[in-house]
């Protein structure tokens, strides 16, 4: 492994190697540790400013990434779409140099455009961090399921992982995609072919319209959010149908073998994508990612915010 | 190379033949009687063996505390416990390297209340280390005292911080590096070099 980072930003998980990726995860040990001491905070970050940048709206990963930033003593400051100068027509490059000249050291920025995080990361001196970008990549997310994996079942190669659902416009996905196939896992995409084109097989993963014959033969299933507000009706004709095709129901829940890992990025839809009782059992790690994700995002700004630039 | 601080400096990379430049200091042996009688100091100076924390700084330190948790067994007949203390979130160099070496896990046994937790690290320079280290230990809890175990102090401090336990004081010029090299740890026999510029 190698042992040493040299990042400023963290953009995506394609053009990560295998040792960047396992040195964050191991990075991670430590600052998941960090969640049981008695002060919960250490001073890692300590003078440095971030800040949240979300153009697109977030819960989860902004107080996650918000969360984490207190943990390592960094000051915040938090700015959403809804306030910032973009609605007075600020292009996002201006906005950015304007962050920039009030000295923030750390810009993590959500986009409803792929490429977004990339353009400022190329422009600025501020390590860029990509909260999800259109639906390119979520990096973070993609490493808090590795995280969760790797904790629960000890490793990630040969591990076969299912991941199901709105997969076409899901960065979930492809972040998922990037690392898993990168660390050795083998993967199999589920759902309606609207969502789950033949394209996906160049990333050398499989692909199958049929949940039923997978499920027996799955280490992990993934399942992603149906995602309401990017959909237009015609990928699929109800939610009801997709439920009674694609959903994790308590029935289907079954063919499951025993050890294998349920997970969910959230926000959950309950009954949707997942059957409430499934969603709370006992193979559901649900909201181990949610804890996995804030040590995982103080890796990641210990690491890119903690370089020289 | 950004840090100052021989800790973290892994040297300059060093094949089979021994740079001209690199002077022994400690062999194997030098090393296992420091140790020995270190371990005797800790027992002569702490009444309550069962309160004391042998809690060492990757990665050497680690090795070190183990070593002389092995002595005071072997001499007393009794445990003592052993924790690994990271430094590296508690630096106060953060920003100013351009790379990071990877951080590992803190592991102390808790509570730490009443308990005495004896930092332990290869070289005592700086100090910095060691501040580092105690700032991470009180967010473990408030233990009843810390103490500091060194198997080398070679001078030069930045901070009002002193060693309670010696290997073997050495002086140094700044330029200088120690280097020490553990055999577990390393891969090479056990030694302390001094190397020059």
């Known amino acids: 492994m190698s042992t040493r980072w040299t990042r400023k930003d963290l953009l995506g998980l394609r053009e990560l190697s295998v040792d960047e990726i396992n040195f964050i995860l191991e990075t991670t040990d430590a600052f998941k540790q960090v969640g049981t001491r008695e002060i919960k905070k250490v001073p890692a970050l300590r003078g ?41 027509g600020e292009t996002l490059k201006d906005t950015a140099r304007n962050l ?134 015609e990928y699929f004709p109800s939610t009801g149908e997709y439920t009674a095709l694609f959903g994790l129901t308590k029935k289907r829940a079954k063919l499951l073998k025993p050890d294998c890992l349920i997970m969910h990025p959230g926000p959950i839809n309950r009954g949707v994508e997942i059957d409430s009782d499934v969603a709370d059992g006992l193979q559901s790690v649900i909201l181990d990612q949610v804890t996995n994700g804030l040590a995982i995002r103080m890796a990641v700004l210990y690491l890119c915010g903690g370089i020289a630039t | 190379m950004l840090m100052n601080d021989t800790k973290h400096n892994t040297g300059p990379a060093r094949t089979n033949a021994t740079p001209p430049a690199s002077v022994p200091v400690m062999d194997a042996d030098a090393i296992r009687r420091a140790l020995q009688r270190i371990a005797h100091e800790i027992v002569e100076r702490n009444s309550e063996l069962k309160a004391i924390v042998l809690a060492g700084i990757p990665s050497r330190g680690v090795e070190i505390a183990r070593r002389i948790a092995e002595f005071v067994r072997a001499g007393e007949k009794m445990d003592v416990e052993t924790g690994v203390i990271d430094v590296a979130m508690h630096r106060d160099d953060v920003g100013t390297r351009a790379e990071l070496p990877v951080v590992r896990e803190s592991k102390l046994p808790l509570p730490l209340e009443q308990r005495t937790v004896i930092i332990v690290d290869d070289v005592l320079f700086t100090g910095r280390t060691v501040r580092a280290a105690m700032d991470a ?60 510029e």
């Open chain 1, 100 to 233: 920039e000249a009030l000295h923030a050291d750390i810009l993590v920025l959500r986009h409803s455009s792929a490429g977004a995080p990339q353009f400022l990361a190329q422009r600025l001196k501020s390590s860029v961090i990509n909260a999800g970008d259109g639906a390119h990549e979520h990096p973070t997310q993609g490493l808090l399921d590795l995280y969760t994996i790797r904790e629960k079942r000890g490793r990630i190669e040969n591990l076969h992982v299912v991941i199901v659902g709105d997969i076409l416009f899901s960065r979930v996905a492809r972040s998922n995609i990037f690392a898993l196939t990168k660390l050795g896992a083998r993967v199999t995409l589920v759902g309606p072919s609207t969502l789950v084109p033949r394209e996906f097989e160049k990333l050398g993963v499989a692909i199958s319209h049929r949940i039923d014959t997978v499920l027996p033969e799955a280490d992990v299933v993934n399942l992603l959010r149906i995602q309401h507000e990017r959909q237009r009706k």
């Open chain 1, 48 to 88: 440095k400013t971030l800040i949240n940048f979300f153009v697109e709206p977030s819960t989860r990963t902004h107080t996650s990434f918000e969360l984490a930033a207190h943990r390592l003593s960094a000051d915040i400051i938090n700015i959403a779409a809804s306030s910032s100068s973009l609605t007075k």
């Open chain 2, 137 to 196: 230990i009180s967010s473990f809890g408030r233990p009843a005292r810390i103490q500091l175990a060194v198997l080398v102090d070679r001078g030069h401090r930045e901070l009002p911080i002193r060693a309670d336990y010696v290997g073997k004081n050495l002086p140094t010029a700044t330029r200088e590096q120690i280097q020490v090299r553990l055999a577990n740890v390393d891969n090479e026999p056990d030694a302390v070099w001094l190397l020059k």
